[in-house]
């Protein structure tokens, strides 16, 4: 399991727990703890611009 964000990859099922998976056009991918906290917020921001 990798993260798509920065590419860093898990290294044990405790922390598996702690990462975000999101569903994208039918793919799943994989966010690790950090890059859950930054893509939330550049969802956030981007949203009312790109949403509609
Ligand atoms: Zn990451």
């Known amino acids: 399991m990798t993260c ?3 590419g860093r990859a898990s290294t ?3 922390e ?3 990462w975000v998976n999101e ?3 039918g793919r799943s991918r ?3 703890p950090d890059c859950a ?3 939330v917020r550049d969802i956030e ?3 009312p611009d790109e949403h509609w």
Request: net charge positive.
């Open 30 to 32: 994989w966010l690790c």
């Open 45 to 47: 921001s981007k949203l």
């Open 37 to 39: 906290r930054a893509h």
């Open 4 to 6: 798509f964000r920065c």
């Open 12 to 14: 044990s099922e405790s």
């Open 16 to 18: 598996v727990l702690t």
């Open 23 to 25: 569903r994208d056009g």
